[in-house]
């Protein structure tokens, strides 16, 4: 700063040394030679200096008026009050220090506790801060972004291979590893004011510190420290287990460390015992007075807690942190201040620095929100960017929007389409007469027609003579998409195939031979669709079902089965626009919106045990009227660590006990192709009542007549799977029911559980799914292509999401190639292949 304008600065020592004074005795509006406390602070206050922003110059004068009234203030008001002003007082003197510095603007030392932003803090260099940078210091000081951690100030070669085993390499490593948590000790409170439950940092006395072998247990030893400040006294007490804590010598260093008469600062959680308050495992400093700084990291601030792993303690990665931390005032902010400014966004540096060591919580959440907005933004803009890559994409396969195939297929279909399914088959053969590939994702809610849509893009693929392809993630979906299709395929004398991992081999080559001849139009099957043998002579349509259930490379390999086919995934699990913006950034999405006429909803009911015989009376009454059932249950084989009723069990009890008159069924995913496919057909001809099964039924499985889901255990599904079974009733025109049983008392279980009960929309049940559990369990897969953020959530930050794909949207539209941000393009290479592991860029 000029002397100019420091002369008209207020004395930010004599400041600081006020309110350090006060807060040593106690906030009793001390008197001075001249003025009470409140009134210098006051007056001090009124005139703020003209270097400081309009924001900082109101703060200042609400401070004013809030020490006009200071006398009037409880104990507590007071103690926060004075809090608020150093923590003021600090940040505008770091600000405008580095406003005056022409080469840095940012001190990425980390801050003193928010409570104690004294003068001297600004001067200190204690063993645990000394290496950190300043503003005032060289840069060739400062570590190198991609220097190895071996070489880091205070790690060396051991540490470092400690800290490998967390992924951390190098300086850049450290930095972008986000923390988890953070505990905050920043709020400072007398003895008096503790309360069980709270984080808080006290200052006291030590009146008595005594270390001793614990009388009850050999291998223990105790800790206990009493300290006192103006309003009461504290015991706080640590545990170190181990004999070679029963050391005598060991125990009176410990003592000589907090001699009588010393002040200490102590953070830690607030809890209660029987003999009163206490901090649980504190965190201790001493002071050098009352109204000392804090150097600690961990006592009287804002702390950081990291991931760990076996063999790396919490203590290690903070001090490589804060040894890497000053190097980050290298990092280029690559995002243009034109979509930082307009969205509020900190610079970068300044992000990194107060997501490890915050100031205060205000800084922390600014911190927080530009690096979630990032982790969104490049996604985004990879995405975007792929979908553009796609569309400038050549493809031969331009099929028509009507023909003879579709006229039939309309003519011999006993229903007509509802308004929902020609909107999106319009939307369809829009696309299917673009130069482009299509790829398009059709989302409907159970029983909504997709398969018909996906019918019409398929015969139109056919008519102009390309072949097609339908991949379902199970075998009993692609049967029965097979069974389905051969049904309308034989009125419009087209062949098709099934080929699943139980096809035989004869079978097998016959249709291998069919396909790469070009006899065969149509093939549905599994995962073995994508097996190198399997050669089609013209693939131009390629329709995925579930599609979130196969890998992103798994998805790739069948489109490179073809010379850039067309793609149409299908899904009836729908799912929130936030996980749709990040899974299918680089899709067109089409929604099927509408149920065909003539459904009545399904009733859904929460039972308990007690009201299981109700469950059992409506059984037998539907099966009377000529009906079917379904009960669904977790497991298949009965498990000794979890008390739950397995399938094999309860077909048994069910058929000897409960039903004897009735044919009970039996299915599971570790039955045979073929007796899977005798236990539907059974099911499907009425030869069995009631079907016993596990999850295999979610998808596929369409009885018309069946018309009650009795679900066991139902507390161990997610909304989304209960819904998707729920849907494999109702599917006729008679009244259907869905029974969910569950003996849990979580309030929690019961609620979602009662989700079911108010709602048969799927994107609302997916929504409040997504909200219970997150989106790794919505999905059911490890497979999904969901990216790994480090601090990100789909759920919390959801507004961020959308602020960010329309940031991204912007910076397409201005240079889809990036050549005007090269340093934005480099960190896309960097973060969106890092994130997406690389997959998703097939």
């Known amino acids: 700063m000029s002397d100019r304008e420091n002369s008209a600065l207020p004395d930010w020592l004599r400041l600081q040394k006020a309110l350090a004074l006060e807060a040593e005795h106690g906030f009793n509006d001390l008197v001075g030679r001249q003025q009470r406390f409140s009134e210098f602070l006051r007056d001090s206050l009124q005139q703020p200096p003209h270097s400081l922003s309009s924001d900082e110059q109101a703060q200042w004068r609400s401070l004013a008026d809030a020490f006009q009234a200071y006398r009037d203030l409880s104990f507590a008001k007071r103690q926060h009050l004075v809090a608020d002003t150093r923590r003021s007082l600090y940040q505008c003197r770091c600000r405008l220090e580095a406003d005056d510095s022409p080469t840095q603007q940012l001190s990425l030392q980390p801050p003193a506790a928010a409570s104690q932003p004294t003068a001297q803090a600004d001067r200190r260099k204690s063993p645990k801060t000394k290496d950190l940078v300043s503003p005032s210091l060289p840069s060739t000081r400062l570590p190198e972004l991609d220097q190895p951690l071996t070489y880091l100030k205070g790690i060396g070669p051991k540490n470092s291979d400690r800290l490998a085993k967390l992924g951390l390499y190098s300086v850049r490593d450290v930095l972008y590893y986000y923390p988890r948590d953070h505990i905050d000790y920043a709020r400072q409170v007398s003895i008096q004011a503790l309360e069980p439950g709270e984080t808080v940092t006290v200052v006291g006395t030590v009146k008595r510190c005594t270390c001793f072998n614990s009388p009850r247990n050999a291998k223990l030893t105790i800790f206990e420290l009493l300290i006192r400040d103006h309003s ?21 260093s410990q003592k000589r460390l907090y001699p009588v008469g010393a002040v200490v600062a102590a953070s830690g959680l607030v809890k209660q015992n029987k003999y009163g308050l206490t901090l649980d495992d504190p965190d201790i400093e001493v002071l050098e007075s009352a109204g000392g700084a804090i150097d600690s990291l961990t006592v009287g601030r804002v702390v950081p807690v990291y991931p760990l792993t076996e063999g790396v303690g919490a203590d290690l990665v903070r001090r490589a942190v804060v040894a890497a931390l ?34 205060d919580a205000e800084s922390l959440a600014a911190a927080r929100r530009r690096l979630v907005f990032d982790e969104f933004f490049y996604l985004q803009l990879g995405l975007l960017r792929r979908r553009q890559l796609q569309q400038r994409t050549p493809t031969d396969v331009v099929l028509a929007p009507t023909g003879e195939l579709i006229d039939t297929f309309y003519q011999v279909l006993p229903f007509a389409l509802t308004a929902a399914q020609q909107r999106v088959v319009n939307e369809i053969l829009q696309d299917l007469q673009q130069p482009t590939p299509m790829n398009r994702l059709v989302q409907g809610d159970v029983g909504s027609g997709k398969t018909v849509v996906a019918v019409v893009a398929i015969l139109a693929a056919i008519q102009a003579g390309y072949q097609a392809a339908l991949m379902a993630p199970t075998e009993v979906l692609a049967e029965q998409h097979y069974r389905k299709l051969v049904g309308w395929f034989n009125l419009l004398h087209l062949p098709v195939e099934l080929l699943t991992g139980s096809t035989r081999a004869a079978k097998r080559r016959q249709i291998l031979a069919q396909l790469h001849s070009g006899e065969l139009p149509l093939l549905v099957g599994t995962h073995a669709l994508i097996e190198d043998p399997v050669q089609f002579q013209a693939l131009g349509l390629v329709t995925i079902d579930e599609q979130h259930r196969f890998g992103v490379q798994q998805r790739a390999r069948l489109q490179q089965k073809g010379q850039n086919p067309h793609v149409l995934t299908l899904t009836a699990t729908p799912i929130p626009r936030t996980l749709a913006l990040t899974l299918h950034g680089d899709l067109n999405v089409s929604q099927i919106d509408e149920l065909p006429p003539g459904r009545k909803a399904i009733q859904t009911t929460l039972l308990t045990g007690r009201d299981r015989h109700h469950a059992y009376d409506l059984i037998r009454r539907e099966i009377a009227q000529g009906r079917q059932i379904y009960v669904v249950l977790p497991l298949v084989d009965e498990s000794e660590k979890l008390d739950l009723k397995s399938a094999i069990e309860e077909h048994q009890r069910l058929q000897d006990s409960i039903f004897p008159d009735f044919k009970v069924g039996l299915l599971h995913g570790r039955m045979s192709s073929a007796e899977k496919d005798q236990a539907i057909t059974q099911f499907r001809d009425r030869q069995t009542h009631i079907l016993v099964s596990t999850t295999v039924v979610e998808v596929g499985v369409d009885i018309p007549n069946a018309s009650v889901m009795l679900i066991e255990h139902a507390e161990r599904f997610g909304l989304s799977q209960l819904h998707q079974l729920r849907g494999r009733v109702g599917r006729g025109a008679d009244q259907s029911y869905c029974l969910l049983m569950s003996a849990t008392k979580n309030e929690t279980a019961i609620q979602r559980l009662k989700v079911l009960e108010q709602s048969q929309d799927g994107f609302f049940i997916s929504e409040m799914d997504l909200r219970f559990r997150g989106p790794g369990q919505v999905l059911g897969t490890r497979q999904s292509g969901l990216p790994d953020f480090a601090l990100a959530s789909l759920v919390e930050d959801q507004d961020v999401l959308v602020l960010a794909r329309t940031a991204a949207e912007q910076i397409i539209a201005e240079d889809s190639t990036l050549e005007l941000w090269p340093w934005l393009q480099a960190e896309l290479d960097r973060r969106y292949q890092k994130l997406m592991g690389g997959a998703i860029l097939t």
Request: net charge positive.
């Open 232 to 252: 009461a006294q504290l015991k706080i007490s640590r545990f170190f287990a181990g004999s070679r804590y029963r050391n005598r010598g060991w125990q009176e």
């Open 326 to 359: 000053p190097a980050a005032i290298n990092i280029r902010d690559p995002l243009p201040a034109a979509i930082r400014n307009p969205y509020e966004l900190i610079k970068l540096p300044v992000a990194i620095a107060h997501i490890h060591f915050p100031p």
